[in-house]
């Protein structure tokens, strides 16, 4: 039985597939009923030199900008009585528009508004009878029963008056200018196309020029009766037969009849009043009970099967292909014709529904998963090849040449792929491995046999077709690229999922900015046709941008983007069309276009869409100030205690809402950027005072040009913050620092005459004190002179005797001969004490005498040389103690340090050595680094204890006097070594451990 079904189900899938009805006008009522009229009797409709539609109504006039509208009655026109609108006159185009109501008070629609009139009669009336009889309006027909009645009809610069026998033609003024005698049958109906008069007769009319006529036919036939209806006062006339209703247009020969409603009974809905405006091709029906209606062409078809879900889609299309002469495969199958026939074919159940090929032998290429498969045009698509990749299929596309090209993507890497070929025309051809990629692609174009365009999932890239060579564009954001348009010039277009859609041209990317509510973003694919423009779907809709426009934004030579928005009152069912396939749209003929969505297939043909842009100027209607109208002056004065203004603006657009975009800002005292009008009105309220400019703009239309206006207005200033007060302040605050600089400089004065007697009293005073200062100052150094002097002749004159007793103590000592030891053992120490005592002696008066000299440095010597001496001076003394001398120094170091101060140090360190050392050795060394001059006097002697080496080492470095110390210190050794270090700003360092030797070392920064 299930069997039995899905036959007959296909069966009827394939030779009966019907389409939905195709609504060729979209009809909107606007009435009282749902707030947005006065009332619903219109009895008339003209629309003025501005672009604004005006509706008489019974209880006042409305104003129609597209989107709202503007009540006129007795609460807003001054001096109105009654609201009862009767038909208009007057000249649109000479933004004059005269009406009356039914208390004849005259009105005048002019600058956007309406006035009460009080003045004379408007050309070419006499009366208000004479407009009265003017504003009658045949509906049907015109009869006439007596020979008194007759009409007024103006056509141009004429005026025609029309009887039972006769017509008499009037100028403007009044003026007769010629009658004939004419007989017409009594049903005909007299009517005007632009400034020309006509007479209908039954399919065709009898043209007026002056009082000439002519004979014209319609360029169709009605074969039914029709009605004739008029709108003299905008030299508009209309036919209506059979539900259908047609504009009448003047060709040369011929009046056209162009098709403005269908399958909408006229009679029925009661229209009383018809109004067509031609450049947007909109029309407006007035009824007498029921509102106004707007009707709009709608240029977007869709197809939608009758039991698709049979074939899987359940209504649901993704790719698309040319399969032919104004045929289209789908991925479902499914074979359409845009007149409505329809097929099937064999791979439906092979495809995945997202990717479709046609190869250059008609073949058709699909896919489903990792399988490949191949159709082949010879057996009607029953045969089929079909491979197993190893990884996801992702995209297919085809190369200039033939070949098919097959994208794959690795689940198990991230975001890695694989690139494979194959020949259509070699039988036995499977996928051969292009290329491992990084990034698997998840679209794929080449444009010529060079160059392979991929968009992956992070950006974009390319590869050389006959190098392998792959190039990522690094410029290019990160994002899912979904499609790819490649352009013969090189142009790369891409649309992503999440960052709309993007040009890349000589090796620059251009991002473009996306529309308000930011639906671009999801940027299917695009299409261009051949009038140069792109046509971009989307989750929430289809745009028409002009390709010039996108061109002259990526060369920085506009600042905005017009992007036309269709949405499904444009004629598809639903706003979401579908994207990730290829192709995601057809092409057919030049002509036809055909988008996938999720509720069929929509397509319309491009030269019959007619997009109604917002090219009308902006217009500043109403400006209020603390709930009080104020005049539209070119510029606006406004109290400093005004708590809000409000300015309502205006452009007629009759197109979808969406495509008009207002923006406004704010430059003055306080500025403000450009900002999206949301709203009809601009508020602001407790403003600083200063000039100001409100500037809006909107684009335009295709070419991407602003519309500008601006209006000034000032907020005048307080007292305080007036011009003149701010110069008498700045004068007065000159004159008042004036003054009290002129006392404060007094004051001064005053101060500083005491504070100079007072410095001339201390002055005397420290001169006084330093004449005394510098006295004792010459005192204290005579003093210390004389004692230098009387220190120097002590000690020279210890000096000899001392070193004469020791060469003494010497002699005796080598040229002794006894036997006693005890006698020996006296004599050297006799000899040692005395040599011990001049040496003592000598570096006192060595050290009196450098006191007087500075660190300066000397020229350079030999540390060698210095070293050499002092151990030869020593030499003898360490004989006595047993005890052997070394010199390590390398004879290559010289130093610039103070020699005299120098050698002191180191007499006294070989000095300190020698008499703690017995039967040992004495070492002097040096080593020089980067920054530093190290001299090291090295025993074996005795050493110290801990308690000795902390003392010494706080005596060197400075942190204790000599007379903090131990008895040990009472030498002139050690203290003089630390205040000459001091004045060579050098450092010493003691390691020495008892019985262990002591090792003194040195230290100077070079």
Known sequence: MNYLKSVFLLLLLSNSISFFAQ?????????????????????????DKYGYIWLSTESGLAKFDGQVFKIYNTDNIDGLISNRIRLFAGKPDKDSIYLLNDSKQLLLINKRTVTNLKTKIPQPFKSIQ????????????????????YIDIVAGNNLYIIGNDSIKLYNLKREKINDIIYKYPKKAQFYTIGNTLYLDSKNTAVKFTGLETSNIKYDRTFKESYYLFTNNQCGQSFIYSDKKLYYLKEKQNYIETILVSDDFDVPHNNIISFYYDEPNRVLYLGSSNKGLLVVKEQGFKHIDPILSHSTGTDGVYYALENFGDSNILSSTGEVFNINGKSSTNNIAGFSDKYMLVIDNNGDIWTKNSRYLYHFTKNSNYKQYDHWK???????????PDGKIWVGTFNKGKEFRGAIYFLEPNDTKSSPQLFLKVKEAPASMAIADNKTIWTGTWKGLCKYDIKTKESFKIKDFPECQVRSLYIEPTGEVWACSYGKGFFLYKDSVTTSFPTDKHKYLLTSHCITEDVNGFFWITTNKGLFQVKKQDLLNYANKKNTGIYYHYYNKNSGFPNNEFNGGCQPCSVYLNNETILFPSMEGIVYFN??????????NPIYIDEITIDNTPFPTIEKISLDRDFTWINFVISSPYYGEPYNENIEFMLKGPIQQEWTLLNEKSISFSTLPHGDYVLKTRKLNGFGSGWVYKDIKFTVEP????????????????ISLIYLIIKLRMRYIRYKNTLLENKVLIQTTQLQETITTLRKTKDDLSKQIENHKRLIKSITHDIKSPLKFLSITGRYIYNNIDTEKDSVKENLQAMYTSSFQLYHFVDNFLEYAKETDISDDESAPYSLYRLGKEKILFFKNIAQLQKTELFNTIPKNYTTTINRHLL?????????????????GKITLSAQVSEHTLSISVEDTGKGMTKTDLEYYNNLLQGYIKPEEGSSSSKGMGLPMIAELLNILNGKVKILSQKNGGTTITITFNL
């Open 903 to 919: 050698a002191i140090i180191l007499h006294n360190l070989i000095d300190n050595a020698t008499k703690n050392t017995f039967e």
């Open 23 to 47: 609504e060729n006008f979209r009809h909107i009522w606007y009435t009282a009923d749902d707030n947005t009229l006065p009332q619903n009797t219109i009895s008339a409709i003209i629309k």
């Open 389 to 399: 990749l190893d990884e996801s299929i992702t995209t297919l596309a085809k190369s």
């Open 130 to 149: 004479d407009m009265l009889r003017y504003n009658y309006n045949p509906i049907l027909s015109l009869s006439f029963t007596d020979d008194k009645e």
């Open 606 to 615: 491009t030269t019959e869409i007619n997009p109604i842009t917002p090219a």
């Open 718 to 733: 307080a007292f305080w913050q007036t011009n003149w007060f701010i110069v008498i302040a700045i004068i007065s605050g």
